[in-house]
């Protein structure tokens, strides 16, 4: 039977609505995903881009935690920055090496932000230093980027930023250090002159009268110990006693400065010499009496090889002892060993 016309439009009607229907159900599911995609993408790049900054911020930290590690292992034995003076130039050049070498270490692996999705490739610093009165300025810079690569099905976001690194902060034992150093030759031979010349005399002499007594002789030691007063065995034992006092005099040449203290250490070395002459009467009688005489001349030579502590204790950082796992917190602080900057003087009678 054939269809009659309103019958027939009704179908075709019914299959436009349909079809009709279908396509704008996928068309709306297109646009959902497009829109569920963009907002993705959106989330995407500002977690990625806080992720930078994260990293950033990680980087300045780790430059002034490098900088407080370095100065910590400065004053260590086995990085002894000095050759014979506090050089400023052969400081900045240890520090330096110092503070990449620590500095490498936070910046081996990535960076992590939230998840593993997020991680950050950080680049290799090197580092300069400066010193201008009295604060220290060390600038970190990289010929490599910040970089961050996120991997999605449908996109990729990759992105990269340069960061320049820069800290500062008040630095004054250097300097004061350098001041000590500059000023304690004089001082401290000044003060071992003093000593010398206050304590411990040049001359001397001793006597043996009598016949009953020819035969008998007098030691050098003898004649020092007449002069001074003292019982020591013979030079030798003197020379020690000498040393350790002539460090007490040394060590207390030099006090607080601000909130700095300076510490002298000193470590003397010290010998006496004796050039002794001697007068003998051998006579024995009635119109003469035995005298024998010694007249002894002291000459005192001492070496002193000074370390020098100039401390702030005001300001504290945190640092990783050696071989440990421990963090603590030291005093901003310098020690200056003098290897070769020894003072060697001679305190002799004079004619």
Not at 30 to 49: C, I, N, P, W
Not at 135 to 146: H, I
Not at 199 to 224: H, M, P, R, Y
Request: charged share 20%; glycine share 4%.
């Amino acid at each position: 039977m054939k269809a009659s016309g309103s019958t027939l439009f009704m179908i075709v009607l019914t299959l436009m609505v349909v079809v009709t229907t279908v396509f704008s159900i996928v068309s709306t599911t297109y646009a959902g995903e497009s829109q569920t995609r963009s907002v993705v993408l959106q989330k995407d790049y500002h977690t990625v881009s806080t992720a930078l900054d994260g990293a950033t911020i990680y980087l300045k930290t780790a430059l002034r935690y490098a900088v407080y590690q370095a100065l910590y292992e400065i004053n260590l034995g086995a990085n002894k920055w000095y050759e014979g003076n506090p050089n400023e130039e052969s400081f900045k050049e240890k520090l330096k090496v110092l503070i990449d070498k620590t500095l490498a270490k936070y910046t081996t692996d990535t960076y992590t932000f939230l998840e593993a999705n997020y991680l950050v490739f950080l680049p290799k610093y090197n580092s300069t230093v400066e010193l201008m009165n009295g604060v220290l300025k060390v600038n970190a810079t990289s010929t490599d980027r910040l970089k961050i690569d996120v991997s999605r099905p449908r996109e990729n976001i990759i992105l990269e930023k340069s960061v320049s690194l820069t800290e500062g902060f008040d630095y004054p034992v250097l300097d004061a250090l350098k001041l000590v150093v500059a000023d304690g030759k004089d001082a401290i031979n000044t003060s071992a002159y003093e000593y010398f010349n206050k304590t411990w005399k040049t001359q001397a002499e001793a006597k043996l009268v009598g016949c009953d007594k020819k035969g008998q002789e007098i030691s050098n030691v003898e004649v020092f110990n007449s002069r001074h007063n003292t019982t020591f065995n013979d030079t030798e034992d003197a020379a020690k006693y000498i040393s350790a006092e002539l460090d007490g005099v040394v060590s207390k040449i030099v006090g607080n400065q601000t909130n700095l203290t300076v510490q002298i250490t000193p470590n003397s070395t010290v010998s006496v010499v004796t050039n002794c002459d001697v007068k003998r009467d051998d006579f024995c009688g009635q119109n003469f009496t035995y005298t024998y005489t010694k007249s002894c001349d002291f000459e005192y030579n001492y070496q002193i090889n000074t370390g020098i502590v100039v401390e702030d204790r005001a300001k504290f950082y945190p640092v990783k002892l050696a071989d440990s796992k421990d963090i603590v917190f030291v005093n901003q602080q310098l020690t200056f060993q003098h290897t070769s900057w020894i003072h060697t003087n001679r305190f002799k009678a004079t004619t």
